[in-house]
């Protein structure tokens, strides 16, 4: 079975804290990423990663880094946490797109406060 | 620019068909996808187009038309479960887009 985890269904932090949101599976997927989701917003892309040590900005990059040293873990920091990053954060992660059905499997999510 | 347009919310009675809608307009298009999403849950696959046409699978079915830049989701024989938000998503190149989702509201 597929399996998407995430470190924390829940966390609350403080305004200027550095934030670590982990993001871990266990298909062998090369692609990953990592959205916010927000009310009337819906799914952003804020970055994603072909393979290992890759990266590419999504559509809000701002304000976030990601790593990505191993192939399965791919890692969400957010360097000073602000109250405009209270969000729900999913991560995914998918196939190499030269498969025609590549579908993304999602996370449970991690509800983020930032107080 | 990245467009991808759906309907905010709709409701539907338990039993009944619904259509979904999704317009989109994306510098590049290699497959559009559909997701549901229960309240406080993470989006699970319901289906994938890549070619003009309808796909069926149970309950659930999706048509596309690449010249019009739309597709629409059919749920047949609703269930209160079926209540959720879908999300149309666009695949550009490397990218995955979402729409803002559509809240389905199932009325027993």
């Known amino acids: 079975d597929v399996k998407v985890t995430q470190s924390s269904r829940y966390l609350v932090k403080r305004t200027g804290e550095k934030v670590f949101l982990e993001c871990v599976q266990d298909?062998?997927?090369?692609?990953m990423f990592w959205y916010r989701q927000d009310p009337g917003l819906g799914l952003r892309l804020i970055y994603f990663?072909?393979?290992?040590?890759?990266?590419e900005k999504g559509d809000i990059p701002e304000g976030y880094s990601v790593s990505r040293e191993k192939k399965e873990r791919f890692s969400l920091i957010l360097e000073s946490a602000s109250t405009n990053q209270t969000s729900m954060y999913l991560c995914?992660?998918?196939?190499?797109?030269?498969?025609?059905?590549?579908?993304?499997?999602f996370g449970p999510g991690t509800r983020l406060t930032v107080l | 620019g990245q467009n991808i347009d759906q309907p905010t919310e709709m409701t539907a009675t338990e039993g009944a068909i619904v259509q979904i809608n999704c317009t989109y307009q994306?510098?590049?298009?290699?497959?559009l996808f559909w997701y549901q999403q229960h309240a406080g849950e993470a989006p699970t696959f319901l289906s994938y187009?890549?070619?003009?046409g309808l796909e069926e699978k149970g309950r659930f079915s999706s048509f596309l038309s690449r010249s019009k830049g739309y597709s629409y989701l059919l749920l047949k024989e609703l269930q209160m479960k079926d209540s959720a938000s879908y999300l149309c998503?666009?695949?550009?190149?490397?990218?995955?887009?979402f729409g803002k989702g559509t809240r389905l509201h199932i009325l027993p």
């Open positions: 995914a992660s998918r196939a190499s797109f030269s498969r025609r059905r590549d579908t993304q499997y």
């Open positions: 298909m062998d997927h090369e692609n």
């Open positions: 990663s072909y393979d290992v040590k890759m990266k």
């Open positions: 994306t510098s590049g298009f290699n497959g």
């Open positions: 187009n890549v070619l003009d």
């Open positions: 998503a666009v695949r550009d190149g490397d990218k995955i887009i």
